[in-house]
């Protein structure tokens, strides 16, 4: 599949129900966001994924449910553990949303000066965020790459209505995925 614009890759959101499984996917994407949002991945399915894909591929993740965004010693560590994970993708690492629930901002501020200080340790990641309306100017006054929105050090983009110029990363649903969340709902 070609980009949607130059520079950036174009794939689903996830490859469950894709015909031929990930074997097959990744000959017809560069690209997948993998769900993170329950648990981490494991190390051996990331090595597992990481040998099956091809020079270029990238993998991306959302997650996860039991960040707090409360910046406490639990949330450190549930971070580092999150980031050096998806730093197991090496070369072939795209980059993660997270997705932020309504938090007040000044409490956010702090969460994020957390995450920096997490980031120093494990190494950089690339981080696009989907946060409430509120949370996006302490986000962008920050550096900080939002879904669906230009003007970051990349794109991230996610079923979006229009697809910018720039380089990053977009991702579509699946009809079939959409079939199963209902039937998981």
């Given at each position: 599949?070609?980009?949607?614009?130059?520079?950036?890759l174009v794939g689903l959101k996830g490859y469950r129900g894709f015909?031929?499984?990930?074997?097959?996917?990744?000959?017809?994407?560069?690209?997948?966001?993998?769900?993170?949002?329950?648990?981490?991945?494991?190390?051996?399915?990331?090595?597992?994924?990481?040998?099956?894909?091809?020079?270029?591929?990238?993998?991306?993740?959302?997650?996860?449910?039991?960040?707090?965004?409360?910046?406490?010693?639990?949330?450190?560590?549930?971070?580092?553990?999150?980031?050096?994970?998806?730093?197991?993708?090496?070369?072939?690492?795209?980059a993660v949303r997270l997705l932020v629930p309504e938090v007040a901002?000044?409490?956010?501020?702090?969460?994020?000066?957390?995450?920096?200080?997490?980031?120093?340790?494990?190494?950089?990641?690339?981080?696009?965020?989907?946060?409430?309306?509120?949370?996006?100017?302490?986000?962008?006054?920050?550096?900080?790459?939002?879904?669906?929105?230009?003007?970051?050090?990349?794109?991230?983009?996610?079923?979006?209505?229009?697809?910018?110029?720039?380089?990053?990363?977009?991702?579509?649903?699946?009809?079939?995925?959409?079939?199963?969340?209902?039937?998981?709902?």
């Amino acid at each position: 599949m070609k980009p949607a614009r130059e520079g950036i890759l174009v794939g689903l959101k996830g490859y469950r129900g894709f015909p031929g499984g990930f074997k097959a996917y990744r000959k017809a994407f560069p690209t997948v966001e993998l769900s993170w949002w329950h648990r981490v991945g494991d190390l051996r399915t990331i090595s597992r994924l990481r040998a099956l894909a091809p020079e270029g591929f990238r993998f991306s993740v959302v997650g996860h449910k039991h960040l707090t965004f409360c910046p406490t010693g639990e949330e450190r560590r549930t971070l580092r553990r999150f980031l050096r994970r998806f730093r197991r993708f090496g070369d072939k690492a795209g980059a993660v949303r997270l997705l932020v629930p309504e938090v007040a901002p000044e409490a956010f501020a702090a969460w994020l000066d957390l995450l920096e200080e997490v980031l120093k340790e494990v190494g950089p990641v690339p981080l696009a965020f989907q946060a409430p309306g509120d949370l996006k100017p302490l986000l962008r006054s920050r550096g900080h790459v939002l879904v669906n929105e230009g003007g970051g050090p990349f794109l991230y983009l996610v079923d979006p209505a229009e697809v910018p110029e720039g380089e990053g990363y977009l991702y579509r649903s699946h009809p079939s995925q959409e079939e199963a969340s209902a039937l998981h709902s």
